[in-house]
């Protein structure tokens, strides 16, 4: 078992069951300040300031030193866990109680030697750098990198660097503290972190001792503010993983670039006067800008044996976790899609109402019922706060009375003063600085639902309508921010004008506004659109209401056109927009149509339908889907004729809604054939 794994069970034996669980982040404390992330085996105290890994967690706790956690470790875990004939567990115990020894035996007394390879490297000999050692067997310097790791610099007889070698598990980083710092210095080597502690006596420093690493000595910084020090060649990848968690951890995070020509800090005070040059470098930080972390992979590098199905997969599977059963789930970007002025924002709003209302489990959202219960941020890019104002108050009049109004935040862009720019995504279709400070709030929010943008397009710089490269990076990214934030991410978005005549879910689909990439990279897509003007009045003579001249805007047909996950529900409903001006669903309401029929009905139903389908096609003569159709092959209507007379299925109506799920679920197919659509079984 590695130390990653070991974090639940020992996060179980010394700090007990959560009260708090939001997925793998387990919270403890009265305030919830004690964050341990049992999938990525890290943990971090926001009142104490301080983090780390499991051995981290037990010496915390435990008040031991890292060979004592080690042995609660084992004692702990029992029988070790063997993958690919590799005992990993063993390799990284093994690994720490050697760091250990050789940390142990080390001396805290520097030779002449070591003194020599800090005059060469500009260092003041004179200096005392916490926690550093030698050792005599090896003849290097030996560091402490976290509590169960060690580096070690090994150094010829004329003060010259040999080699550098690590042992153990590489937990954390190179910590030179100093009581009272204000700041601290990370860096990416040894020497560059001692450059810097000496410079400045009010600020700590932290080596992380690979490039590689820096975003894992986060959970080990003490101050509120934070200075990178990037070597020339420092890649963005890795700077945007430790900033993107130091800004998680609420730390003011600064950068320092190399002047042109040096490597890295300590090259800067050889070659260019000592401490004076370096402190004249470093007191050129500025805040991390957003330039500074583009054109590079996501922060966490992509290791391939990390998805084998023993280590990611083993165990009984995950349920899904619904937000709206049948349409939206946790930990996925979908979409809300609607002509202008159908109400998207009225819905989107309506949403998050019935969210943070859902405490008795009660609630349902345009006949769908809601299955979470917390709090939902939404951000506004056309209506200012006095429109929302109105649509909350048109929705639930007394909601702001309510002792749960706190956890619906609703975000009028237009009046926030200040903001600059309210995009989420730049240009180059990257997430940018406000989207990234989202990200952190949204995290010490805590009990977060869903996000929704209101509209997607007012908050990307990008041309994601246009370009399928800026709509798969904006929609990628937004399904991961879903996932790390463990909520719904819901999408509101346009229809083009086509869908003002959409007769179908599929036209409907047809007609999202933008490139293939935003329904494709959307885990489900809800779509509201439009029947014909005679339906539309149809159904609002059978419900009895007011039937103006012209229909336009009171009647919709909505559902899922596109998803991904197994329990949808790909029933067609009808919307009606009632004298309040909200839409309601009055599917149930409506006589024919598959609203009335139970589940299993609706199963059985649209079965028989596709073994007719299939019987026709198979003997040469499918149907069509217009009404348009060549001799010897019936038309749509000749279909529901066809079906009403000899299967009892059910009328017209029954009939379209049932063709249009066998296409949504990929049963059926529409196929161009001359100037007709054939309808055939996939």
């Not at 080390?106 to 750098?129: C, D, H, I, S």
């Not at 749960?404 to 600085?433: E, H, R, W, Y």
């Not at 003002?500 to 489900?524: C, K």
């Amino acid at each position: 078992m590695s130390f990653k794994a070991m974090m639940e069970p020992v996060a179980r034996d010394l700090l007990g069951d959560p009260p708090d669980k939001q997925g793998t982040d387990w919270r403890y404390g009265k305030k919830g300040s004690l964050s341990v992330d049992v999938g990525k085996g890290v943990w971090y105290d926001y009142e104490a300031g301080t983090g780390g890994g499991v051995v981290a967690l037990v010496k915390h706790e435990r008040q031991c030193d890292g060979a004592e956690a080690i042995d609660y470790l084992e004692t702990l875990t029992g029988e070790q866990i063997k993958t690919n004939g590799e005992d990993h567990h063993q390799k990284d115990v093994d690994g720490a109680r050697e760091a250990w020894r050789i940390y142990a035996e080390a001396v805290e007394e520097l030779p002449a030697v070591a003194r020599k390879y800090f005059e060469k490297r500009g260092l003041n000999v004179l200096e005392t750098f916490p926690g550093l050692r030698w050792s005599k067997s090896e003849h290097a310097l030996v560091i402490p990198i976290g509590p169960t790791s060690v580096q070690r610099i090994k150094i010829d007889h004329d003060g010259n660097k040999v080699a550098k070698m690590s042992r153990g598990p590489m937990e954390g980083g190179w910590h030179l503290k100093r009581d009272g710092a204000k700041a601290t210095f990370i860096t990416e080597g040894p020497e560059d972190a001692m450059t810097c502690f000496q410079a400045f006596e009010t600020a700590e420093a932290i080596a992380a001792c690979g490039e590689g690493r820096l975003e894992a000595v986060a959970p080990m910084v003490r101050t509120k503010h934070v200075i990178i020090v990037k070597d020339a060649n420092t890649k963005p990848e890795y700077l945007r993983g430790l900033t993107t968690r130091l800004r998680a951890q609420e730390r003011t995070v600064y950068g320092v670039d190399m002047p042109e020509g040096r490597a890295d800090i300590n090259e800067v005070q050889l070659k260019d006067g000592g401490v004076d040059a370096v402190r004249a470098v470093l007191e050129t930080k500025a805040p991390i800008d957003e330039e500074d972390l583009k054109d590079g992979p996501q922060p966490h590098v992509l290791v391939l044996t990390d998805w084998s199905v023993a280590k990611a997969y083993s165990g009984p599977a995950p349920e899904d976790q619904p937000v709206v059963r049948g349409l939206f789930m946790k930990q996925t970007a979908a979409l809300q899609v609607a002509v202008g002025g159908a109400g998207k924002t009225d819905t989107a709003i309506d949403l998050g109402l019935r969210i943070v209302m859902n405490e008795n489990g009660d609630q349902s959202w345009l006949g769908y019922p809601v299955e979470t219960f917390g709090s939902v941020v939404m951000l506004t890019a056309e209506d200012n706060q006095g429109a929302i104002h109105q649509r909350i108050e048109k929705l639930q009049p007394i909601f702001s009375m309510s002792s749960l109004a706190d956890k619906l935040i609703v975000v009028p862009i237009p009046n926030v003063d200040g903001l600059g720019s309210a995009a989420l995504f730049d240009q180059d279709a990257q997430p940018t600085d406000l989207f990234h400070r989202i990200e952190e709030q949204l995290a010490k929010i805590g009990d977060v639902q869903a996000f929704i943008p209101d509209p997607l397009r007012a908050f990307c710089r990008a041309d994601i309508n246009a370009s399928p490269d800026m709509a798969n990076e904006v929609l990628v990214y937004m399904n991961r921010f879903a996932t790390r934030q463990k909520l719904l991410a819901l999408i509101n978005h346009h229809l083009r004008k086509a869908g003002l005549q959409a007769t179908t879910a599929l036209e409907a689909r047809e007609a999202i506004q933008g490139v293939a990439g935003i329904v494709d990279h959307a885990r489900a897509v809800f779509t509201m659109w439009m029947p014909p003007e005679d339906e539309a009045q149809n159904i609002l003579r059978e419900l009895s209401m007011e039937q103006p001249h012209q229909p336009f805007m009171r009647v919709f047909k909505a559902g899922l056109v596109k998803w991904n996950h197994r329990d949808a529900d790909s029933t067609i409903k009808t919307l009606v927009r009632n004298k309040g001006e909200t839409l309601i669903d009055v599917t149930g309401k409506l006589s024919g149509g598959i609203g009335e029929m139970t589940p299993e009905d609706h199963r059985d139903k649209k079965f028989a339908l596709l073994g007719i389908i299939t019987r026709r096609a198979e003997a040469g003569r499918p149907f069509t889907y217009s009404n348009r159709a060549p001799h010897g092959i019936l038309s749509r209507d000749g279909l529901n004729r066809l079906v009403h007379n000899s299967a009892r299925i059910g009328g017209k109506k029954v009939v379209n809604d049932l063709i249009d799920s066998l296409e949504l679920e990929g049963h059926v197919k529409f196929v161009k054939e001359g100037n007709s659509t054939l309808i055939k079984p996939t």
